[in-house]
């Protein structure tokens, strides 16, 4: 997991690709975290904590629809990304990058489209 100044980097393994890289799924509107039946939101002061209790966590699902936007669901938690004001300053939602092959989320495109 990285924090970049105005993003968030996530860094899956074991299987980097040619140069290196491991895939990644990046959030350019940072997303809700869901501990234990408990929702964190980025602006609530606890959501950095929540998001790094995820560390080392396995990935149990991806998944993008209208209704639940993006959505990475871990053994012990969730990640979720819906349409919200913030999207409008943004030109990208998120992207996930898998050797080299990116998925890019942006406003107004599904699943965002409002």
Not at 17 to 41: C, E, I, R
Not at 87 to 95: G, N
Request: charged share 25%; proline share 9%; no cysteine.
């Amino acid at each position: 997991m990285v924090f970049v100044e105005d993003y968030i980097q996530l860094l899956f393994d074991p299987d980097p690709d040619q140069d290196g890289a491991p895939p990644h799924l990046d959030f350019f509107v940072l997303p809700t975290v869901v501990l234990a039946q408990s929702s964190f939101a980025p602006t609530d002061e606890r959501w950095a904590r929540a998001l790094t209790a995820l560390i080392g966590s396995t990935v149990l699902a991806f998944r993008t629809s209208p209704e639940a936007g993006l959505e990475l669901r871990l053994d012990t938690g969730t990640v979720s990304l819906q349409a919200n004001p913030e999207f409008d300053a943004a030109v990208e939602v998120a992207l996930l990058d898998v050797h080299g092959t990116w998925d890019v989320w942006r406003p107004g495109e599904r699943p965002f489209k409002r």
